[in-house]
């Protein structure tokens, strides 16, 4: 059983409100990810994190800003929300094992609304 | 650059019927392969992966998938598919020089007829 929380699941917010979408893992993983995903859609990486203080932009460019304060939280933040932010956040770590990628674990995600 | 292509966007199966779900993968070293399922309003749960060795892997819920280099292939299949099958799944691939970074294919919508 995967050990990674996000919240709000759900938030339907108005546009120009500045917004916090948090993710937090129990597992002690150094490499945390967060993805974008439409319906129908693939997953889009926007950010990721290799340990404290390393944070980098993904394969999608995204408005959205992220921080590694802590090893276990990875919030995602929207300065000023707009109806195109509308989407599915999808947080997920994996462990540090060097050489290639490992499992990714899933949080249950954060469906985002911006009216 | 890598990409993941699942041709089939939906596919609907009689429960009891066998299931193969197709994906392509576009890299030129050998690849870390995974699958995923993602239930309706849930995240993404690791059904099974590939990264050396046999090429028949089996996974959980009495998944497997089978690589096949020569056709670019990681297929996943169950012989029986149950109505608690019925999901989104996700192929992904991942690099050696990539980290833990993922590239997923668009996912294909599995519906599971009575």
């Known amino acids: 059983e995967a050990d990674i929380y996000q919240t709000p699941r759900y938030l339907v917010i108005g546009t120009g409100k500045k917004i916090t979408l948090e993710c937090s893992q129990t597992?002690?993983?150094?490499?945390m990810y967060w993805y974008q995903q439409d319906p129908g859609m693939e997953l889009h990486l926007i950010h990721y994190?290799?340990?404290?203080?390393?944070?980098e932009k993904g394969d999608l460019s995204s408005e959205s800003t992220v921080s590694r304060i802590r090893t276990e939280h990875f919030p995602l933040t929207l300065e000023s929300a707009r109806p195109s932010h509308t989407s599915q956040y999808l947080c997920?770590?994996?462990?540090?094992?060097?050489?290639?990628?490992?499992?990714?674990?899933f949080g249950e995600g954060s469906r985002l609304t911006v009216l | 650059a890598q990409s993941v292509t699942q041709p089939d966007i939906h596919i609907t199966v009689s429960e009891g019927a066998s299931l193969e779900l197709r994906c392509n993968y576009s890299?030129?070293?050998?690849?870390?392969l995974f699958w995923y399922v993602q239930s309706p309003g849930q995240g993404l749960q690791l059904l099974l992966k590939?990264?050396?060795?046999?090429?028949l892997v089996q996974g959980i819920k009495g998944f497997e998938a089978e690589f096949k280099r020569s056709q670019s292939s990681f297929n996943l299949r169950k012989p029986s598919v149950h109505w608690s099958d019925a999901a989104e799944y996700f192929c992904a691939v991942g690099a050696y020089n990539q980290g833990g970074k993922l590239i997923f294919g668009q996912g294909t919508e599995l519906s599971v007829k009575p």
């Open positions: 590939y990264f050396s060795g046999d090429t």
């Open positions: 997920a770590s994996s462990d540090p094992g060097t050489g290639g990628p490992r499992e990714l674990f």
């Open positions: 597992m002690g993983h150094d490499k």
């Open positions: 890299y030129g070293a050998t690849p870390y």
């Open positions: 994190s290799y340990g404290v203080n390393s944070t």
